[in-house]
Nanobody
């Protein structure tokens, strides 16, 4: 069974860092675009970052540029989201997802496989 599993979430103070991981089982990551999304209570799911198949192209929502870094290790079938200088407004459930479109899209509709999510809470 193909699945994505996120890990690395937790509680951190404002200004701190977390690194999220997204591991795929039953599917090779290397031929899929991978995106990170987040959803805060009462809000719509939001695109955070995406990475191309090779890792050579990345895309970020403006609110995390300069603070978050997405990367991938295709040999380990894992994608990472390094989150630095965290703010309370980054608090959300973070999801990874894969897409077969070779372009890194921001719309959740473009992504076909989703993980279960990991909670990130940033205290002020």
């Amino acid at each position: 069974q193909v699945q994505l599993v996120e890990s690395g979430g937790g509680l951190v103070q404002a200004g701190g860092s977390l690194r999220l991981s997204c591991a795929a089982s039953g599917r090779t990551f290397s031929n899929a675009v991978v995106g990170w999304f987040r959803q805060a209570p009462g809000k719509e799911r939001e695109f955070v970052a995406g990475i191309s198949r090779s890792g050579g192209f990345t895309r970020y929502v403006d609110s995390v540029k300069g603070r978050f870094t997405i990367s991938r290790d295709n040999a380990k079938n894992t994608v990472y989201l390094q989150m630095d200088s965290l703010k309370p407004e980054d608090t959300a459930v973070y999801y990874c997802a894969t897409a077969w479109n070779p372009v890194v899209m921001q719309s959740a509709r473009e992504y076909d496989l989703w993980g279960q999510g990991t909670q990130v809470t940033v205290s002020s």
